[in-house]
């Protein structure tokens, strides 16, 4: 194999590793039964991957020959270590029992190891914290940095709290497995929420030089697919509706360069109108079952701005409304910030700007900087200057994404100016 050859597979390996790597680690999990073990089979796994790939060429399917490498490399290991602990020669003579995952047969199971692994991780033996953490750990490879800065709280905080649950898996022998289906509705509630997590930190990512992750966003709907196709519960299509309503938006919210574009100067006929159509559907759907939450009023929102053709065709009375429900089922202050500024565009920036100061002054989003980017475009919209620039200024402190940074420097220098 000449060197672009070589070039070209590794390229090719660095691209599987992207796109694959959590699917080959949860299936792996299911087959080794441990997190740690399965973490060291995928690092194993793409190592082998890196030396063989080049002189044997890309296998046809990748996924399926790294789970198969993994698992091998994980029983070689433990009868290594068998020589000194017997008690592992018995997990190994089991795990060679198994039978060997065949490249085409296992797909199916392979696509829903996954959802097992994420209803493992939001098992409710766990506490809500780690369900989050451990999920977005595992199940979306984000590192214990970015999901840090999403929880504020300290990386080595949050790494302890990872490792506490592995353990607690472990030593609780907490199933790999999606629950019975008469189990599954009490455990949905803590799977949604990490799904739209993972969603969120993909379609606006916390930090960084981009302002999207696709390949989280586009997982998490996955997952949101499968949830919906096994439990058509109301929330679960909810949830699906908003984020394909949402994702609709992805071509237009940046320009080629990177940089943010608010929702109004979004050039709309950029928005992907099938997503439109099936987030639309779905929402009516949830909603009209009666038993509606969040997620689904959410989604209500976002199909009332995805329906109109223009900014100013935006029906903000019947948003405003919406928040309103919303704000009475699952009270917070960023759904009243969200109202404030819905309301802001329904009756003027002055009503808008009094009820954004009333939240701030609660405290609770003293250190948000959207609250307070909010706050800064009102007070531009009524000509006051001086607070606008230093609502900006405050926002500028709190914001760690790279094209949001851009869009708040580019409005302190308008204002400047």
Same mark, same amino acid.
């Given at each position: 194999?000449? &060197?672009?050859?070589?070039?070209?597979?590794?390229?090719?390996?660095? +691209?599987?590793?992207?796109?694959?790597?959590?699917?080959?680690? +949860?299936?792996?999990?299911?087959?080794?039964?441990?997190?740690?073990?399965?973490?060291?089979?995928? #690092?194993? +796994?793409?190592? =082998?991957?890196?030396?063989?790939?080049?002189?044997? @060429?890309?296998?046809?399917?990748?996924?399926?020959?790294?789970?198969?490498?993994?698992?091998?490399?994980?029983?070689?290991?433990?009868?290594?270590? !068998?020589? %000194?602990?017997?008690? /592992?020669?018995?997990?190994?003579?089991?795990?060679?029992?198994?039978? &060997?995952?065949?490249?085409?047969?296992?797909? &199916?199971?392979?696509?829903?190891?996954?959802?097992?692994?994420?209803?493992?991780?939001? #098992?409710?033996?766990?506490?809500?914290?780690?369900?989050?953490?451990?999920? /977005?750990?595992?199940?979306?490879?984000?590192?214990?940095?970015?999901?840090?800065?999403?929880?504020?709280?300290?990386?080595?905080?949050?790494?302890?709290?990872?490792?506490? =649950?592995?353990?607690?898996?472990?030593?609780?022998?907490?199933?790999?497995?999606?629950?019975?289906?008469?189990?599954? $509705?009490?455990?949905?509630?803590?799977?949604?929420?990490?799904?739209?997590?993972?969603?969120?930190?993909?379609?606006?990512?916390?930090?960084? =030089?981009?302002?999207?992750? #696709?390949? *989280?966003?586009?997982?998490?709907?996955?997952?949101?697919?499968?949830?919906?196709?096994?439990?058509?519960?109301? &929330? !679960?299509?909810?949830?699906?509706?908003?984020?394909?309503? %949402?994702?609709?938006?992805?071509?237009?919210?940046?320009?080629?360069?990177?940089? /943010?574009?608010?929702?109004?100067?979004?050039?709309?006929?950029?928005?992907?109108?099938?997503?439109?159509?099936?987030?639309?559907?779905?929402?009516?759907?949830?909603?009209?079952?009666?038993?509606?939450? $969040?997620?689904?009023?959410?989604?209500?929102?976002?199909?009332? #701005?995805?329906?109109?053709?223009?900014?100013?065709?935006?029906?903000? =009375?019947?948003?405003? @409304? *919406?928040?309103?429900?919303?704000?009475?089922?699952?009270?917070?202050?960023?759904?009243?910030?969200?109202? !404030?500024?819905?309301?802001?565009?329904?009756?003027?920036?002055?009503? @808008?700007?009094? /009820?954004?100061?009333?939240?701030?002054?609660?405290?609770?989003?003293?250190?948000?900087?959207?609250? %307070?980017?909010?706050?800064?475009?009102?007070?531009?919209?009524?000509?006051?200057?001086?607070?606008? *620039?230093?609502?900006?200024?405050?926002?500028?402190?709190?914001?760690?994404?790279?094209?949001?940074?851009?869009?708040?420097?580019?409005?302190?220098?308008?204002?400047?100016?």
């Amino acid at each position: 194999m000449s &060197e672009d050859q070589a070039g070209q597979v590794r390229t090719s390996v660095e +691209a599987v590793y992207r796109t694959e790597s959590r699917r080959v680690l +949860a299936t792996l999990i299911r087959l080794l039964g441990s997190f740690d073990l399965a973490e060291e089979a995928l #690092h194993d +796994a793409f190592t =082998a991957a890196v030396e063989q790939w080049p002189r044997e @060429g890309v296998p046809a399917n990748p996924r399926a020959w790294l789970v198969s490498a993994g698992r091998f490399k994980a029983i070689d290991k433990i009868r290594r270590r !068998a020589r %000194h602990d017997a008690s /592992l020669a018995e997990i190994a003579s089991e795990l060679d029992a198994d039978s &060997e995952i065949a490249p085409e047969a296992g797909q &199916e199971e392979l696509e829903d190891d996954r959802l097992r692994l994420v209803f493992t991780c939001c #098992h409710p033996a766990l506490p809500p914290d780690a369900q989050v953490a451990l999920t /977005l750990r595992e199940v979306c490879g984000l590192t214990t940095e970015e999901i840090a800065r999403g929880f504020l709280t300290p990386a080595a905080t949050l790494a302890q709290r990872i490792v506490r =649950a592995k353990n607690k898996i472990r030593d609780a022998r907490i199933p790999y497995e999606v629950p019975a289906r008469e189990a599954l $509705p009490e455990r949905l509630e803590s799977v949604l929420r990490v799904i739209y997590l993972v969603f969120n930190e993909g379609y606006s990512a916390s930090s960084g =030089a981009s302002l999207t992750r #696709h390949d *989280l966003s586009g997982e998490a709907i996955r997952l949101a697919r499968l949830l919906v196709e096994l439990l058509p519960e109301p &929330e !679960a299509m909810g949830l699906l509706a908003l984020m394909l309503l %949402h994702e609709s938006r992805r071509a237009a919210r940046a320009t080629p360069d990177g940089d /943010l574009v608010l929702l109004d100067d979004q050039d709309r006929a950029l928005w992907n109108r099938e997503q439109i159509a099936e987030g639309s559907a779905l929402a009516e759907r949830a909603l009209s079952a009666q038993r509606f939450g $969040p997620y689904s009023l959410q989604a209500a929102i976002a199909a009332v #701005h995805a329906e109109a053709r223009t900014p100013a065709e935006t029906d903000w =009375a019947e948003i405003v @409304g *919406l928040y309103g429900v919303l704000a009475r089922i699952e009270p917070s202050p960023i759904v009243e910030l969200n109202r !404030a500024v819905a309301v802001a565009m329904r009756d003027g920036p002055a009503a @808008g700007l009094a /009820l954004v100061d009333d939240i701030l002054a609660g405290g609770e989003l003293d250190g948000y900087a959207l609250a %307070h980017a909010a706050r800064a475009d009102l007070c531009r919209r009524l000509g006051k200057t001086a607070d606008a *620039l230093a609502s900006y200024e405050r926002a500028l402190r709190l914001t760690e994404q790279e094209p949001q940074r851009r869009f708040i420097e580019r409005r302190l220098r308008e204002l400047a100016e």
